[in-house]
Every structure is written in C-alpha cells, then in structure tokens.
C-alpha cells in the first residue's frame, strides 16, 4: 500500500498546482498497488473542493483513483501525541504517518518535513 500524503492529492486535484504533474505521474505509477489515506488526509484535500461547492467531484475522483479511507485506529491518540512530539510536525501529518507505521505502508508526499520524518522512522517513501 502507499499512503498518501494531502500534498499528493490536492495537486493531483489542482491541474495549477506545481506539483500536479508529478502527482499525476506518481498515482499513474502506482500500478496494482493499493493506494490510502487517513481519514484527516482526506478532510485537509477536500477543504478547497467544499469551499468552492465542488466536493463530490473530488470525492469522485478519489474513488477512481481507489483511494481508500483509512479509519484511525482505536488507542490512536497517545500514538499520535507521541509522534506530534517527536517529530514536531503538525497533527494531519502525524495522521500520515500513523496511517503508513500501522500498515508498513510506503509513504508518499511532496512535504519535505513529513518525508524526513518518516524516513527518521525508518518508513520508505514514494520516488518524487
């Protein structure tokens, strides 16, 4: 599986974001293998979406893409306070790296912060 970071998702979503083709060309790479993201992932990418009356489109394009909703997992919470104090990274991306640790996920982002965390953690990271 390859858990997805918002910054993969919004700029495959935003056709003028600077990182739109390369997001287009990570997904497109991606092959048969399972693609994921936290529930609070979903929430930052589909912000913008919702705010310009555009959500089900996006919704939708998850789906065809097989984005699966990952569930934080029960107990979650003092995993996730650890990680915050960690690696001082904000809670959406602790949710990522939550979400990559409790499946051996590889993780995938455009973040420089959250890919230094995660290999800190001894997670792999998608090629950008």
Avoid at 40 to 57: D, H, M, N
């Amino acid at each position: 599986m390859i858990v997805l970071d918002a910054s993969v998702l919004i700029a495959h979503l935003d056709a003028a974001d600077a990182h739109h083709d390369k997001a287009r060309d990570l997904l497109g790479k991606s092959g048969a293998e399972p693609l994921g993201a936290s529930a609070i992932t979903l929430a930052e990418t589909f912000g913008s979406p919702a705010r310009a009356g555009r959500l089900e489109e996006a919704e939708s394009a998850m789906r065809q893409l097989g984005v699966e909703e990952l569930a934080i997992g029960a107990e979650a919470a003092g995993r996730l306070a650890t990680l915050r104090a960690r690696t001082r990274l904000k809670m959406p991306d602790c949710c990522v790296l939550l979400a990559a640790l409790d499946r051996g996920a590889l993780l995938a982002s455009f973040d420089s912060s959250l890919l230094a965390a995660a290999k800190e953690l001894g997670l792999k990271t998608a090629p950008r």
